[in-house]
């Protein structure tokens, strides 16, 4: 079976209360919850962390290498600053899918650049709880049309 691990960077553990007008008000658990039940529908094994931290995200990249097919990730605001989190994505050679439940084009113009999405498989951004339904959805294709090549 193939696995996928999900990362949802600093600060996402607080959706639900956190910036409503611009996040919702769907908590963490209930977005997991759903992927959990996408990956079951799909037949793929999940494993999904969240980290405040910009080296405790860097560790857990570094430990999927060979225990993964694929990283769903929401870099949050790392996306933005962190070439650490690019160079790990960069090192373990793992597809990764990058997702926003905002449209980050839509706005301040600090979040406009991903250092993180210049290593990724994609960009999935702006629609909300399901960025990572489509998300896990776009890293499942990928997995899955990299092994009928292989
Ligand atoms: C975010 C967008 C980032 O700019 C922000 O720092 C976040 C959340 C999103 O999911 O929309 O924390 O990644």
């Given at each position: 079976?193939?696995?996928?691990?999900?990362?949802h960077?600093?600060?996402?553990?607080?959706?639900?209360?956190?910036?409503?007008?611009?996040?919702?008000?769907?908590?963490?658990?209930?977005?997991?919850?759903?992927?959990?039940?996408?990956?079951?529908?799909?037949?793929?094994?999940?494993?999904?962390?969240?980290?405040?931290?910009?080296?405790?995200?860097?560790?857990?990249?570094?430990?999927?290498?060979?225990?993964?097919?694929?990283?769903l990730?929401?870099?949050a605001?790392?996306?933005?600053?962190?070439?650490?989190?690019?160079?790990?994505?960069?090192?373990?050679?793992?597809?990764?899918?990058?997702?926003?439940?905002?449209?980050?084009?839509?706005?301040?113009?600090?979040?406009?650049?991903?250092?993180?999405?210049?290593?990724?498989?994609?960009?999935?951004?702006?629609?909300?709880?399901?960025?990572?339904?489509?998300?896990?959805?776009?890293?499942?294709?990928?997995?899955?049309?990299?092994?009928?090549?292989?």
């Amino acid at each position: 079976m193939d696995r996928i691990l999900v990362l949802h960077g600093p600060n996402l553990n607080l959706l639900g209360t956190r910036e409503t007008s611009v996040y919702g008000t769907v908590r963490l658990s209930e977005i997991d919850r759903d992927l959990k039940r996408l990956a079951k529908k799909e037949g793929v094994a999940l494993t999904i962390k969240q980290s405040n931290s910009e080296g405790g995200l860097v560790n857990l990249i570094q430990k999927a290498s060979g225990r993964y097919q694929a990283l769903l990730i929401n870099p949050a605001a790392y996306t933005h600053t962190s070439i650490a989190l690019r160079d790990a994505i960069a090192s373990v050679g793992l597809p990764a899918v990058e997702v926003h439940l905002s449209n980050i084009y839509g706005r301040e113009a600090f979040r406009h650049h991903s250092y993180t999405a210049e290593v990724s498989v994609g960009q999935i951004s702006g629609f909300g709880p399901y960025s990572y339904q489509l998300g896990l959805l776009a890293a499942i294709h990928h997995v899955r049309a990299r092994t009928r090549k292989a």
